[in-house]
């Protein structure tokens, strides 16, 4: 019979460089009991030279029945790795990072496709890759498998806050929430975190941190926070972002605080050889926190009543929950400083409402307001959503249910009642004027915490 051999050369994209040295390789547990006849050989190559090297990387290797039947472990001077295989279906899964110890990563004994890969206590985060194929061996078959690893995090490069008034004796930058942990197939547990990060004092009031910090990426839309401690206590500024932060991007934040207008924020994923440039902006005041003016579209953040039909809250206890959370039930629309808008849990349509008649159409929805479904354990008054609450709500998949082909949400423009068009995928056709008994009333409700 002629012996099988599978080659595989997965390649470490990203920040990846792999010189060409002698193999070392480990074969770490060997439990089959058919003899195998195949030669699974592993290959790696640099995809971009000039970076910083992959220093360890991990292969777990399953067989149709689910069981890791090979672990490898590949190190900076690796280029080549193998193992004896018998013929079948295999799922090939591979780890790289700076330092993959860092890292609760399975043994080969407990190893599963959904096994959890997090920080170990003490540890700081470093770069992490992942990828997985499936890959069939015949008999007396050579097979190549080429694999690109997948960057599972993104780097807070440096951070500047400028103008900091003299009393300040404390900056700090924080980003919430977080993924806590990612599985060996590359999916994200909801188990969330926040990351903090300290700047230090400089020349002309400007605070400053180049911490290099590697963060797994945001569950749905951000909360960047500044803190400014005093010795009268602590002062935050809030900002909910329009639009997640991903993996495999850079990400520079500039900050400038002004006495009349609070903070100005500048957020920029920078891609270099990870991904392509971004850019977001954050204007901080004492008040609320808004959308520049350079980002288009600012669908995070609940900066004021701009509706004409503000919803009065009560005040409770506790901390206040992140933008993109779940609060009694209902999810957090936005937050800004210690107020949460909270989304209803339920909806309704049917009503005859008619553009051209505004105050008849706006005592309907407010007759409907008035009799809607309380949360337990908060009153308050529901309102109509602005436009910028509805996008934010409509683009986060984790948020509500929303019509399988599309459809219309009420919203308030101003003094105006008007609908917002959503496609089936969630993405935002934009505001229309008119009205009818197809648009679903979902109302969100502010609550203050203290």
């Given amino acids: 019979m002629k012996p099988h051999k599978l080659l595989f050369s997965p390649i470490f994209c990203g920040v990846v460089a792999l010189s060409s040295c002698e193999k070392v390789v480990f074969d770490e547990v060997d439990n089959e009991e058919v003899t195998p006849t195949s030669q699974l050989i592993i290959s790696t190559r640099a995809d971009d030279p000039t970076t910083t090297a992959i220093q360890q990387g991990r292969i777990y290797i399953f067989d149709s029945e689910g069981s890791c039947v090979r672990m490898l472990s590949t190190d900076a001077t690796t280029q080549t790795a193998e193992t004896a295989l018998q013929a079948g279906s295999f799922s090939v ?7 993959l110890s860092r890292f609760g990563l399975p043994e080969q004994a407990n190893a599963t496709t959904t096994s959890v890969l997090q920080l170990q206590s003490g540890q700081t985060m470093g770069d992490l890759l992942l990828t997985n194929a499936d890959v069939t061996l015949k008999d007396g078959e050579n097979r190549t498998l080429n694999l690109t690893l997948n960057r599972k995090v993104f780097c807070v490069t440096d951070v500047t806050i400028k103008q900091v008034p003299a009393d300040v004796t404390k900056v700090e930058v924080s980003l919430e929430p977080l993924y806590k942990q990612v599985l060996l197939n590359g999916t994200f547990p909801d188990e969330t975190e926040s990351a903090t990060i300290t700047l230090t004092a400089g020349e002309d009031g400007t605070w400053q941190a180049q911490p290099q910090r590697y963060c797994f990426p945001s569950k749905g839309k951000p909360t960047i926070t500044v803190y400014f401690t005093r010795s009268s206590g602590v002062k935050s500024y809030s900002y909910t972002a329009s639009e997640a932060i ?7 934040i500039e900050g400038t605080y002004t006495e009349s207008q609070g903070v100005t924020l500048t957020g920029i994923l920078a891609g270099t ?3 392509e440039d971004k850019t977001i902006t954050f204007n ?28 009065g809250g009560n005040t409770v206890s506790g901390d206040v929950p ?9 999810y957090v629309v936005a937050v800004n400083g210690k107020t949460a808008t909270l989304l209803s849990t339920t909806e309704k349509q049917d009503y005859k409402t008619v553009s051209s008649k505004q105050e008849e159409s706006q005592s309907i929805i407010n007759e409907a307001l008035a009799s809607w479904p309380a ?3 908060v009153t308050g008054t529901w309102r109509v959503p602005t436009e910028a609450e509805a996008r934010a709500f409509v683009s986060d998949p984790n948020s509500c249910e929303v019509k399988k ?3 219309y949400f009420y919203i308030m423009d101003g003094t105006t009642l008007k609908a917002l068009d959503y496609n089936w995928n969630r993405s935002i056709k934009g505001v229309v004027e008119a009205l009818g008994t197809g648009v679903v009333l979902r109302p969100v409700m502010d609550v203050t915490f203290e």
């Fill in 375 to 377: 949360i337990e354990g």
């Fill in 273 to 275: 050889a990870w991904g």
């Fill in 322 to 330: 992140t933008a993109g959370s779940t609060y009694k039930g209902c």
């Fill in 93 to 99: 899964y591979a780890v790289g990072g700076s330092d």
């Fill in 246 to 252: 991903e993996p495999n991007h850079h990400m520079s």
């Fill in 284 to 311: 901080f005041d004492e008040q609320s926190a808004t959308a520049g003016g350079n980002t288009g579209d600012n669908s995070g953040g609940n900066s004021g009543d701009d509706s004409g039909n503000t919803g």
């Fill in 405 to 407: 082909n599309g459809g």
